[in-house]
């Protein structure tokens, strides 16, 4: 269930991504899923209207009246879908699969109907009421906000902060103080407000020579010296004050005062203002500990005098200030002003009454209209509410049916809303809107709610096709209490945030169409929007489905985050502090937008302050290394077709037969994946699935490619070797490819449609895809593919325990190779690993099939697992104390422990933790979380090097010593990367054969004495080829490319050349021209050749005149004696 989203610019709102069934699924896609959600339109509301007032520079209602209320609405009507193409672009480039041409709008006059039907529920359930709300109230906007919308813009401000005395009427020597930061409220005064349980005293103020009553731990507000602790003396206290009288809050209740100002002092009711109440609402952390009450200005201050019954339900409240915030007549002093600035005039009033105590500024936080950045008020507004408070408890017990993720917003934040929810004013006194389907009399004694079209045709015989307020407010109905006399509509408009939470049921017309599909569809499996939501949609959503049908209006709910700007700040078009989301997509792409944020703190309900560079972290930590992977897979897929002379078929049989360790681990490390990913979004939490992909990704491309890529190339075991791998990669390229598709679809569809050639399905596959059975290949889109099952079978913890291990000591190999700055192509002699009880499976892993790998990563010539007897020759195992585990439980008795377990020696550490723990001074100390143990590496020797893991449980010893045999070896690896990049350079394939010789400097030759003590190395590396020194090149040897480089500190040439055949020494230039045409593949298996040099015929013997290389002469005639 989708909420409809504002039109009035896509760009402008905080928000997480918009979470949907197809764009992040909760569940696995579906075969059966053929459209998709249809888009909803928010067209209603405050946005609109302000931009609209912006446009025609309305700044009251008199002026929308004076235009006309149709000629306003249909300049509203002409903006609301100003943007939705814009909307659809970029919606659709980000992935979402949306439904455009059969959207609805909250304007639509279905949509509006089935509002009016939800309103018309309740009404005749008795949750409709009409009175007074005090509400945060927009003077620019000339409407109330929701509480809501009063917190999205809080900005620090100074305003005035006065004391003003309130004489008691028996007796005007003594008086009440109140401080306020509003005194534009003053005029509106009806009561004060203490704390029934507080002190207050009368005091004597010497300086004033008046007297007051305040509460007892405020005396600082009117001697602030009291504050200064460095200045303030207790024995100043008689200078300033005497104590005259003590009371408690309560005492003071009822007792009569005179009001700063008398503008209400004679209107209806009044005779019941200007006293003291009592209020627990009442603290001391500021002010004078009594609050000046005006009820029409104050949430806290209605409630109470309504609770004293200084006002009732449905009397007039004094409320001079209009929507405008602009004073009316009924305080003639400031009439015309608005409040913010009649505060200066109001003040100055009231010293020159000689009613101001003291004035001040107070620098505090403060609500701002959200669009129109100006300072809200307080305001009371009659407005038509729903009986929240009647439902409560059926709502707090429909949220424990729901799923949330994450859960602590359903148990906290939302939960406490739910339990002091109270009723919800859903009216405004704005235009462009759904209008309170209610007719009533003058009188109000006659009320009538209409829930349809056809029930308002009814009753007054017209009917409408456009349910806006211009439209309904020319139709009366007739009376039938007082025949002769008409119904009128009230004068509201619906809040927006009741048509949100209607929408389930008026984006279907229901219940006047649609029906069926509804109920069996309701409530909705999951729905997802942002934290801010808690007490918006979400809230909205289950007041009303407890209200008509109590039940959840869904099962599961995707809390999201809000995305901020890169400064923390919200993002705002008009601090254009946020790059262009349709740039950013542009350069990176929508699937490293959707990946950045799907894999960011929005999930878990956090904040993500977006950064550009997280974007394009990415494309190059993920995309691209996923993609060169599939690149690599293809590339060395044809290469094996080539060379098998067959088309590659996929073969799961194979996949599930190989007994390569990485394959295995590889494979296992899949169904894990598959099964992990399965678990955790049916619990909906995507927090953990994207972490999983990512990671998974990089075992794959940093793991098993890179320790497989000779092998994958055909270079290292047989044909058959390659084939089992490429088939591994294939099938794991394939599955990761299906799970990461709801969160990253174009990549993915890029990837599918070339791996689904392969499927023997492909020939079957027909056109129009989702008529397709599912099945990879045939189906024409990996987005109609259910997510892969895991096959239990292939799940293999030892092998994924046992290539955790191997990652553990070549990254801490590496780091070694790093401190002691020893090249990766330099070897070393042994690497020594000492492990705390690993499993036995694991070290038989690592002295046996793994063991190569480690070798090759970590160019070493040995390994060695030290076995347990044998760790103390090697490790020192020492204990430290879980200091946040143990602090609460040892106290004083801390330092001693430490001291104790510190000093153990290797063996008493050891048997510490294979008892479990120890004791100490009569208390368990338990070696599984209260201690922390760490293995220090303890050999003696300058020729080693050891790195121990962060958690002490891996030591990794490397044996440094570099003697001729390793440098020569390290040279020969120089040499053998000069000689990879200068095939790179010439675009050969690992196919392609050459020849390879180099050139030293007169009298050097430690390049060719490493060549020389490494033979075996280079016909691994090079298909047979030796590098030779230049001097043996035939002389008919093309040269293909060559570079001069820098090996063992001295220069030389290295040359690549085409293969050639070889020729005795001193062959006559006819027969050297001769061998030069040979191709050396096409003489392999000639023993002889006859040709004629100058009229006579001569044999050339293959072993004796001519060889298929210069190394096989070498070697035939011994001419190099390392060959």
């Known amino acids: 269930m989708d909420r409809p989203s504002p039109p009035a610019s896509p760009t402008t709102d905080t928000s997480s991504p918009e979470l949907s069934r197809t764009s992040s699924p909760a569940t696995p896609a579906k075969p059966d899923i053929t459209s998709p959600v249809a888009a909803g339109w928010d067209c209603h509301g405050l946005p609109v209207e302000y931009e609209i007032d912006q446009k025609l520079n309305i700044t009251h209602r008199d002026q929308v009246l004076a235009m006309g209320v149709d000629k306003y609405n249909d300049t509203c009507r002409g903006i609301v879908t100003r943007y939705t193409k814009e909307w659809e672009k970029t919606v659709t480039r980000l992935g979402r699969w949306v439904d455009f041409e059969n959207d609805y709008k909250t304007m639509d006059p279905t949509f509006m109907e089935s509002v009016w039907w939800v309103f018309k529920e309740l009404f005749k359930k008795d949750l409709v009421y009409q009175g007074y709300k005090v509400m945060p109230f927009s003077t620019a906007c000339g409407t109330p906000l929701s509480n809501f919308e009063a917190g999205l813009n809080y900005k620090d401000v100074r305003d005035p902060a006065v004391v003003v005395s309130f004489p008691m009427k028996e007796d005007e020597g003594v008086s009440f103080v109140a401080w306020t930061t509003t005194p534009w409220t003053l005029p509106s005064n009806i009561s004060l407000c203490v704390h029934p349980t507080m002190e207050y005293i009368k005091i004597l103020d010497k300086k004033a020579d008046k007297r007051y009553v305040l509460a007892k731990s405020r005396l600082a507000q009117l001697f602030p010296i009291m504050n200064n602790k460095k200045k303030w003396k207790p024995k100043m206290a008689d ?361 960011s703190p929005v999930v878990r309900a956090e904040s993500l302050k977006f950064q550009e560079s997280g974007v394009l972290g990415v494309v190059k930590e993920v995309f691209l290394p996923l993609y060169n992977a599939f690149r690599f897979f293809v590339q ?64 794959l491309t940093n793991w098993y490619v890179r320790l497989n890529r000779d092998r994958l190339k055909g270079l290292e075991g047989d044909v058959g070797e390659s084939e089992k791998g490429l088939q591994v990669l294939y099938h794991v390229l394939l599955d990761v490819t299906i799970l990461m598709a709801p969160f990253t679809p174009f990549i993915t569809e890029y990837f599918y449609q070339h791996l689904r050639k392969f499927q023997p399905s492909y020939s079957e596959a027909g056109e129009g895809g989702s008529s397709n059975p599912v099945m ?120 001693d422990f430490k001291t104790h377990v510190t000093s153990m020696s290797h063996a008493d550490a050891v048997a510490c933790l294979e008892n479990g723990g120890l004791d100490f001074e009569g208390l368990t100390i338990s070696a599984k979380d209260e201690l922390i143990s760490k293995l220090s590496f303890s050999r003696e020797g300058d020729h080693w090097e050891s790195k121990s893991t962060p958690e002490g449980d891996v030591v990794v010893a490397v044996d440094c010593t570099q003697d001729e045999a390793i440098l020569s070896s390290g040279r020969s690896r120089e040499l053998i990367n000069v000689i990879q990049q200068l095939r790179k350079a010439m675009g050969l394939d690992l196919s392609d054969k050459v020849e390879v010789f180099f050139e030293e400097s007169v009298g050097i030759n430690t390049v060719e004495s490493s060549v020389a003590m490494n033979v075996n190395l280079f016909e691994a590396k090079f298909q047979g080829a030796v590098p030779l020194p230049k001097k043996f090149a035939p002389s008919w040897s093309v040269i293909l490319r060559s570079d001069t480089a820098e090996i063992g500190g001295s220069k030389v040439e290295v040359s690549i050349c085409r293969p050639a055949v070889a020729g005795k020494n001193g062959v006559c230039e006819a027969v050297g021209y001769f061998l030069s045409t040979l191709e050396p593949s096409n003489v392999a298996n000639e023993s002889t050749f006859s040709i004629t040099v100058d009229g006579k015929e001569t044999t050339l013997k293959q072993g004796e005149d001519f060889w298929g290389s210069t190394v096989a002469k070498l070697r035939g005639t011994k001419g190099l004696s390392w060959l």
């Open 239 to 599: 200078e300033l004050y005497a104590i005259e009288a003590t009371y408690q809050g309560s005492d003071l209740v009822g007792k009569k005062y005179k009001p700063a100002f008398d503008y209400f002092a004679s209107s209806e009711g009044s005779e019941e203002y200007f006293r003291i109440l009592s209020d627990k609402y009442v603290t001391d952390d500021a002010g004078t500990g009594i609050v000046h009450q005006a009820p029409a200005f104050g949430e806290d201050d209605y409630r109470v005098c309504l609770a004293h019954g200084v006002i009732k339900k449905g009397q007039d409240l004094p409320c001079p200030v209009d929507s405008n915030g602009l004073f009316t007549a009924e305080v003639p002093d400031v009439k015309g002003l608005h409040v913010k600035k009649a505060d200066d005039t109001l003040i100055k009033l009231i010293k020159e009454s000689g009613r101001l105590v003291s004035k001040d500024q107070l620098d505090h936080s403060y609500p701002f209209c959200w669009r129109s950045d100006t300072p809200l008020i307080y305001k009371a507004v009659p407005s038509w509410f729903i009986k929240v408070e009647e439902i409560r408890d059926k709502i707090v017990e429909n949220n424990k049916k729901t799923y949330w993720v994450p859960n602590q917003v359903k148990e906290g934040r939302f939960h406490s809303w739910l339990v002091d929810a109270r009723d919800w004013a859903v009216s405004r006194n704005r235009f462009w809107g759904t209008p309170i389907p209610i007719w009533c009399s003058e009188d109000m004694e006659e009320v009538v709610c209409i829930g349809s079209v056809e029930e308002l045709f009814e009753l007054s015989g017209v009917r409408v096709t456009d349910l806006h307020k211009d439209v309904v407010d020319e139709i009366t109905i007739p009376s039938k209490k007082n025949p002769g006399t008409v119904l009128r509509r009230v004068d509201e408009v619906f809040d927006c945030w009741f048509e949100s939470g209607s929408m389930p049921y008026a984006s279907k017309h229901y219940p006047f169409e649609n029906k069926e599909e509804f109920e069996g569809g309701f409530p909705a499996d999951f729905i997802a929007e942002g934290l801010d939501q808690t007490r918006g949609w979400f809230y909205t959503l289950m007041v009303l489905s407890t209200a008509l049908f109590d039940k959840p209006a869904f099962k599961n709910l995707i809390v999201n985050g809000l995305v901020l700007a890169g400064d923390g700040k919200k993002m705002s078009k008009r601090l254009k502090n946020y790059p262009d989301p349709n740039v950013v997509i542009s350069k990176y792409g929508a699937d490293a937008l959707r990946m950045y944020l799907i894999n």
């Open 636 to 699: 060395n897929m044809e290469r094996w077709e080539s060379d098998k002379g067959a088309n590659f078929v996929p073969s799961l049989e194979m996949v599930k037969a190989t007994e390569n360790p990485t394959d295995v681990w590889i494979s296992a490390a899949t169904q894990g994946l598959i099964k992990f990913v399965h678990e955790e979004m049916t619990a909906y939490r995507l927090y953990t699935v994207m972490p999983a992909l990512v990671g998974f990704v990089t075992q």
């Open 776 to 895: 990879p290949g045939k189906s024409d889109s990996v987005h109609f593919l259910n997510l892969p099952a895991y096959d239990e079978s292939r799940l293999n913890e030892n092998a994924v325990e046992a290539m955790e291990a191997l990652q553990v000591i070549v990254e801490n190999g590496r780091n070694v190779r790093e401190k002691r700055k020893i090249s990766l192509r330099t070897p070393v002699k042994c690497v020594t690993v000492i492990m705390r009880n690993p499993s036995a499976h694991v070290v038989d892993s690592l002295n046996g099939t793994l063991k190569g790998y480690i070798l090759s990563e970590l160019n070493a010539w040995d390994l060695v697992i030290v076995p347990e007897e044998k760790e103390h020759e090697w490790v020192t195992l020492s204990l430290m104390p879980n200091f946040n585990m143990l602090g609460r439980k040892l106290g004083r008795k801390m330092k």
